[in-house]
């Protein structure tokens, strides 16, 4: 298993300088290097996943030879994701990576897939599939930087809720897990985990179910990057703002926003354009013979946990790397 560790300063260099390995002046005589298709589905359709496109897009402009069909998944279902890679394999895709919502659900369908074309599990593994690697966050460590997030904005403990969109996703699992064993022996105590399917106005419901429900209730956290948004809104909908605290993942625009404000204790960064950069980088190297670029299992990128001190560098980060 292959871990990187990012550093913040140099994001824009390592996301936009790497891979520009091929021949810059190539002679009249050279042969047209062959056009590679890689499909990329992923599990939602949020700011998360634009970062993600904007590492693929510079990957591919690096490398010259590949093109990226890019799908953001609309449904809220394995079958509907399923759906969406069968018609990037009819159409003679040399690869698809996926988010898979479902691991377990999903893995005879991967497979189906693994026989026909390359395929690369991204953000979420499944990891019984013959997929050839993962490529994505460690998403343990994640669980336990969340976990200290929330110990250090509830030093005196409390209820705390769960908002997620698949508890069956690797991911989720994962994050979940790791935070349970973070909080162990604590005063944190986790009284609910509620499923949205990637819906963010079932998201909100849920906050402001949980809200209603336990009015006693110390914390919401949020695994999925729209998850904070929509808590943030159900909190200060309910006059609750400072009051219940917020942990949740990744750096969407409102997220930041919100722990600049302080309605926000902190989030759990993915370093997500490097990861969308290394998927189609990784791929279109093993499709040329470069077979060692995925040969290891897994390539996984730390997290950064983030709380007001450090969320401008992020947000001005996010702004530079989208800005036209």
Known sequence: MKKITPLLLGLCVLVCGQGCDKNSNPTASDPAPKKFRIGFVTNTTNDFWATVRHG??????????????????TGSTAEEQ??????LV???????AISPIDAEKQTAFLNEVAAKTLLVCVDSDAANSKRVSFIGSDNVTAGKQAANLLKAALPQGGKIVLCVGHTNAQNAIDRIQAMRSGLAGGNIQIVDTLVDATKTDVARKNAQDALAKYPDLAGLVGLYSYNGPAILTAVRDAGKAGKVKIVC?????????GIAAGDIHGTVVQISTRIGYETIYRMDKYLNGEKKQLSEGSTLFNTIPVNKGLVESIQVYRQNLLQP
């Open 56 to 73: 693929c897009n510079n990957a591919a402009q690096n490398l010259g030879d590949v093109e990226v069909d890019f799908r953001f998944f």
């Open 82 to 87: 399923n759906a969406v890679v069968s018609n």
């Open 90 to 96: 009819a159409s003679g895709v040399n690869g698809v």
């Open 249 to 257: 993942f990744d750096d969407d625009t409102a997220t930041l926003a």
